[in-house]
Structure formats: structure tokens, C-alpha cells
């Protein structure tokens, strides 16, 4: 039974659930993503590949306005508000680490979001713990030695997976020795938490900043938390390359990702070149945008086409 699966979309309006629920579970073990669109018809992301769900008729299951909106306060657990900050940043994080992106109609003040209305679609992402994902990273750190470590790959290549059980690893040690893991868990994905404990196995010596902006985080880890590796998702701006640098010079290991469909648009992207000319990160893996987690490759940052 794929129990990933079945706690993500038990969160949803019993009309789809119902229907989601009854999938094959050989299917349901390889879905990463469900998509609710108005008026269409729900679709599986299934590698890569995009699935009709159909009912017990064969009859392709296609939700209303109504639908959407029943669908989104349950994501909600019916107490819209208290999801706000969340909503305004596009996604609503459930129990498990499972996130739902959303998209609607945005309310804008002074430039920024601070609500989405009339919801039109929902891409709920399955999280799922995958133990040894990271194996040929570890066995990459026990030849070199632990290094700050920056991940890559297109969405969906399973970079989060991917730093979960990297936490878990270095953590637990092994051949190895285990290290004190802080991990700044914005969005809750990587931990699965949503402010009770993690919900996936990310270490023993791992503790985790649930909900800080990833920046903030950082810097609250290295004052408060001695940790020996910080890892987080998704380094994006200066502020959060600002916050790595001083966990560098501070002698703290840091592992990351960064979003990039290719080796090509990976050397386009402006905040890769300011990590390369940095000289602060030297492993990097290239996962292949194939099966969730696949790994490309490994290299040191000299073998880099800087």
C-alpha cells in the first residue's frame, strides 16, 4: 500500500478522493503529481508522463468551480486564514511534506500578494521518503570528504528527496562519522513537517527550522543551533548566497539545489555564476530530470566549464 499516496489525497474533497483512492496500487506508488483544473479533466503525473483519472465507468473525473473551491478549503483544512501566508506565496503545505500549488486570481497590494481567489487549478506534489537516494552522494563525500554540496536539476528531478535522505545520511553517519544536521525547511518539504516534528526519517542528530525564510533561517541556525551542516532547498537570491557565505567562513558545511533543466541553462542562470565565482561549493550533482533523484553526475568545481 503506498501510504505516501493515500495521506496526500485523503486531504481533498471526497468526490476525488474517493476515485483516487481506488486507483491500482502499483499506479499509485508511481504518481507524483495530481492536477485539479476547472472544467478538465483530473490528470496523473506518472514519470513524466501525464494520466486521465477515470471513474468506475471509465468516465474521465472533471471538476467544477465548485469542485475547486471544495477542493482548496480542504487543502485548507477548512480555515482558509490560517493558511494565508502561504497561499499568498502560491502553495499550501499538508501533513506528510506534500505541497499543492495553486493558481487563481491574484489580490495586489502596494505590489505585493496578499490573497488568491478563485482558485482554477491545484497540482498536489506527493512527498515521498526514498531511503539510500542518496547513496552514490555519500559514497562521493567518503572519498573526498564532506564538502558544501550544491544539487541540480530541473523540477521534479527530485533534488528534495534527494537532500531529505542526504540529512538523513550525514546525520546518521556510517562509514562516515555522523555530523549535527540543521535543516531550513521553509516550506516544510524536505522534513515533512508542518510545526509538529518531522513527519520523514531525517537523522538522528538533524533538527529542523520549520517555516523560515530560508535567509533568516540560516543565520538563526549558526547563532542558536552549532550545527556542523546546514541544508536547505532551493538557494535563489543574494540574500540567501550572503547567509552561505557566512556559514562558509563560519566552517559549517553547507547542501543546497538550485533549479536548472540543463547543464546549459545551469551556466545562464546569474545566481550560479555568483556560486561559482564565490568558490564556495565544490560538489556538484547533476541529477537527469528522468527518474525522481537520478544522478547525471558528480564533479568537483574544477571540472566545471567555468
Known amino acids: 500500500m503506498d501510504q505516501a499516496f493515500n495521506d496526500a489525497v485523503s486531504v481533498l474533497q471526497e468526490k476525488i478522493c474517493r476515485v483516487l483512492l481506488m486507483l491500482p496500487q502499483t499506479l499509485k506508488s508511481s504518481v507524483q503529481e495530481v492536477r485539479i483544473r476547472v472544467r478538465q479533466p483530473v490528470m ?17 473525473v472533471i471538476c467544477d468551480q465548485f469542485d475547486l473551491a471544495e477542493n482548496f478549503r480542504s487543502l485548507c483544512d477548512y480555515s482558509v486564514y490560517s493558511y494565508q501566508s502561504q497561499i499568498n506565496n502560491g502553495f499550501i503545505t499538508i501533513k506528510g511534506g506534500h505541497r499543492a500549488g495553486i493558481c487563481g486570481t491574484a489580490v495586489t497590494e502596494n505590489g505585493k500578494i496578499i490573497n488568491i481567489k478563485q482558485i482554477t487549478s491545484i497540482n498536489l506534489r506527493i512527498a515521498r521518503q526514498h531511503a539510500g537516494a542518496a547513496r552514490q552522494v555519500l559514497r ?10 550544491l544539487l541540480i536539476g530541473p523540477p521534479g528531478s527530485g533534488k528534495t528527496t534527494m537532500l531529505r535522505d542526504l540529512a538523513r545520511g550525514v546525520s546518521n553517519g556510517g562509514q562516515l562519522p555522523g555530523r549535527r544536521v540543521c535543516i531550513v525547511d521553509e516550506r516544510g518539504e524536505i522534513s515533512g513537517s508542518t510545526g509538529s516534528g518531522p513527519a520523514f526519517d ?12 530560508k535567509a533568516v533561517g540560516i543565520s538563526s541556525a549558526l547563532r542558536s543551533m552549532s550545527p556542523q551542516v546546514i541544508l536547505f532547498d532551493e538557494i535563489a537570491d ?38 561559482l ?30
Not at 514519470?47 to 468516465?59: A, I, L
Not at 531525517?202 to 525564510?213: A, F, I, N, R, W
Request: charged share 20%.
Open 140 to 149: 562521493w563525500y567518503i572519498q573526498h570528504g564532506l564538502q558544501n554540496t
Open 202 to 213: 531525517v537523522g538522528g542528530m538533524t533538527d529542523c527550522l520549520y517555516g523560515y525564510p
Open 238 to 275: 543574494a540574500a540567501e548566497l550572503r547567509q552561505v557565505a557566512e556559514s562558509f567562513y563560519a566552517g559549517v558545511n553547507v547542501i543546497t539545489s538550485v533549479h536548472a533543466s540543463s547543464s546549459e541553462d545551469f551556466y545562464k542562470r546569474r545566481i550560479v555564476r555568483e556560486l
Open 277 to 306: 565565482d564565490s568558490e564556495m561549493f565544490d560538489c556538484f550533482v547533476f541529477l537527469s530530470g528522468g527518474a525522481p533523484g537520478k544522478i547525471e553526475f558528480i564533479c568537483k568545481r574544477r571540472e566545471l566549464r567555468v
Open 44 to 60: 496523473l503525473t506518472v514519470s513524466e508522463q501525464n494520466q486521465v483519472v477515470s471513474d468506475s465507468f471509465g468516465n474521465p
